[in-house]
């Protein structure tokens, strides 16, 4: 026989379902999520906080569309206020994204910091919001020693933000990717007839007293060929104006629908294509991996002669050593850069002072117009994330629009419950390495999204053998550094397609089980759930069918199915006062073997479970808590 106090949340209030209607009680297991809890929870590496907004924002969720109530708990409003959060601002942000954040948190405008500064600054602040110039690296995640819940980019490009350090520190990283769309485009055509017209070179001239008409003959727009390189946002209105501008224009981009090319009437062409014809480059691709030095001494030499460059995208998607080059040998006539590789650029540097190239200090966002637009772009989403909402512009979690969310709110509950009962059942055997989710449902595979899912299994499963703490945006990284494969399957079945998932089955695979009646057929531990009522219920353990709510805390009998089992154990739980809240009794035949599933309000002391394994009848159990 084999006995477990597993080891993980304690649960101290009770709850039970209100089959008078449909609400349900808040387990102190949500409650425990709810809470605020700054308190410094040490890992190794990885350093989160139970409070992260992601998971806020799903239990949050869960109360609003179940109609959650509480017993014996105070209100959910006074079990969320928690103090206000700090945010730090570090680079300049439009008064009215500020205003709107000093509605919600304090505000620390602390521009100019050295990284040791913002380092030393960031653990006393829950967000921080940036724009290009301030480098968000590993460092920082690591000195904010898990408070920083959410980092802003007022703007789109985000390589400036240690995507994977955030994720792994479980931080939410969001963007404003659409109100400086036609400030940039605005200026990349600015750019684009400046450097055709020489004006910026003319103006210098005639200040320095000169009168040098000759010298500054540009070229005309007019019928020339654009090609632009990623046809994204800024790229298709750059396009958009340019066609306005009698230019042909063509782009490049692998990523990019035909249809939306053709519908401005440009026609999408390979990147060799598009060098080799265009008299007018103009870059508008992220700086990725794959797009860093594209231009380069080997693609420069595949550009039409004379060809004329403008980048408002990145610095780094240039090798300026090449373009430098390039200019001088002729093969680029001119260049217009906003960005650089490094900014500011050194004051020697050969590209800046170079007679072909004109040059702005990343200004492509900046208008008035741009700079209060993602200022309030940013900061509503900064503030909706603290406030625990899932952001629509989130760079590193999966966007899980509103309303599937509060469709799966019950499931999420469900889901993480079976992962901590799961590998409170696991006893040993080569560690948890594989797991196999089933997802059972009426819907369509394609139309069920389980990454929610996932990441609840994904966090019952770690947690209560871990010092990790898991949310939405670092499940999938937390498994695989932990080396646990979650598989995934979706069968359709025969059930009511107005709900989402009909039953949820966590498998672990090669271990051994501390309740033997826990592995299936095939040796796996297999537990099965369902949502009853908008409650978790446990339906099958084994090959036994079982019927009991996940609240509380359970333990799980198997015993020789006879009469007077039920009273038996009840009594020594009576008598111990533990109260017994569920009791349901599954067999695979009549008076052969069966599994009872009890329900208990208190976790019992050692001697009452003891006393529980003394019975006869009794040839295994197993004390679980939720
Ligand atoms: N200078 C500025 O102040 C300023 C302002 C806004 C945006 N930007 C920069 O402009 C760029 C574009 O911004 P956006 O808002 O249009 O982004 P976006 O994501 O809407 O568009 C980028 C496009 O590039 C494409 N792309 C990706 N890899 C590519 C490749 N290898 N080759 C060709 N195309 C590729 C994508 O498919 C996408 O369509 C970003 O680098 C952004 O940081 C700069
Ligand atoms: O990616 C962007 O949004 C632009 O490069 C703007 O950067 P900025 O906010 O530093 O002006």
Redesign the pocket.
């Known amino acids: 026989m084999a006995s477990s106090a597993a080891n993980s949340l304690k649960l101290t209030q009770p709850f039970f379902p209100n089959t008078s209607n449909s609400s349900i009680k808040l387990s102190p297991l949500h409650l425990s999520f709810l809470h605020s809890s700054s308190t410094n929870q040490t890992t190794p590496r990885l350093q989160t906080s139970r409070s992260n907004p992601i998971i806020l924002n799903v239990l949050k969720t869960a109360v609003e569309s179940a109609n959650i109530s509480f017993s014996k708990t105070p209100s959910l409003d006074s079990v969320v206020s928690t103090p206000k959060p700090t945010i730090l601002v570090s680079e300049k942000l439009g008064e009215a994204g500020l205003d709107l954040l000093r509605s919600f948190g304090n505000v620390d405008c602390s521009y100019n910091l050295s990284p040791e500064e913002l380092c030393s600054k960031i653990s006393l602040c829950d967000a921080l919001i940036v724009r290009s110039g301030t480098k968000v690296t590993r460092q920082v995640f690591e000195a904010a020693k898990g408070r920083l819940k959410v980092v802003g980019r007022a703007?789109?490009?985000i390589d400036n933000v240690d995507l994977q350090a955030a994720t792994e520190f479980g931080c939410l990283v969001v963007n404003a990717?659409t109100a400086?769309?036609i400030?940039?485009a605005e200026?990349g055509i600015a750019l684009l007839a400046a450097m055709a017209r020489n004006v910026a070179q003319a103006d210098a001239s005639m200040k320095a007293g000169k009168w040098q008409r000759n010298k500054y003959v540009g070229v005309s727009l007019v019928g020339k060929t654009l090609a632009v390189?990623?046809?994204?946002?800024?790229?298709s209105e750059v396009a958009r104006r340019a066609k306005g501008l009698g230019m042909h224009v063509i782009a490049?981009?692998?990523?990019?629908p035909a249809d939306r090319a053709r519908a401005i009437g440009v026609d999408l062409v390979s990147?060799d294509q598009a060098i080799s014809t265009a008299d007018f480059i103009s870059l508008?691709?992220?700086?990725?991996p794959?797009?860093s030095k594209?231009l380069n001494d080997e693609t420069f030499a595949k550009v039409k002669k004379g060809a004329r460059i403008i980048n408002?995208?990145?610095g780094g998607v240039i090798d300026e050593d090449a373009l430098v080059r390039a200019l001088d040998n002729g093969t680029v006539a001119q260049a217009a850069l906003?960005?650089f590789t490094e900014e500011p650029p050194s004051k020697d540097s050969k590209l800046v002072q170079h007679e072909n190239v004109i040059v702005t200090p990343?200004?492509?966002?900046s208008t008035k117009e741009a700079q209060e637009g993602v200022a309030v772009e940013i900061a509503e989403a900064v503030v909706g994330a603290l406030k625990g909402e899932l952001a629509a512009t989130a760079v590193n979690a999966p966007m899980v629009p509103a309303e599937v969310l509060s469709e799966l709110a019950p499931y999420v509950v469900l889901a993480e419950k079976l992962g901590r009962l799961a590998v409170q059942l696991v006893a040993g055997g080569s560690g948890i390495q594989s797991v196999k989710v089933v997802y059972r449902s009426a819907r369509d595979p394609d139309n069920l999204d389980t990454r929610l899912l996932r990441a609840m299994i994904t966090k019952g499963i770690i947690e209560p053998i871990s010092s990790s703490f898991v949310n939405l945006v670092n499940a999938d990284f937390t498994a695989k550094q932990k080396g646990l494969r979650i598989s995934e399957e979706r069968v359709v079945v025969d059930s009511s397609p107005e709900y989402p998932v009909d039953s949820i089955q966590v498998q672990i695979s090669n271990v051994q089980s501390k309740f033997a009646s826990a592995l299936s057929e095939t040796g796996n531990i297999s537990i099965e759930g369902k949502v009853k009522y908008g409650i978790p219920h446990l339906t099958r353990v084994g090959s036994f069918n079982a019927d009991v709510s996940l609240e509380g805390n359970l333990i799980l009998c198997r015993q020789v199915d006879q009469p007077g089992m039920i009273g038996r154990v009840g009594n020594i739980l009576g008598e111990s006062n533990v109260n017994v809240s569920f009791m349901s009794v599954g067999r695979t035949s009549r008076r052969t073997k069966a599994i009872m599933a009890i329900g208990v309000d208190e976790e019992p002391d050692k001697e009452t479970l003891k006393k529980i394994g003394e019975v006869p009848a009794i040839e295994e159990f197993v004390f679980l808590e939720l």
């Open positions: 703007g789109v490009g990717p400086n769309t400030a940039a200026h390189m990623g046809f994204g946002k800024v790229g490049h981009d692998p990523y990019a990147f508008h691709m992220p700086l990725t794959a797009t594209i408002v995208a990145r906003d960005v990343h200004l492509g966002a």
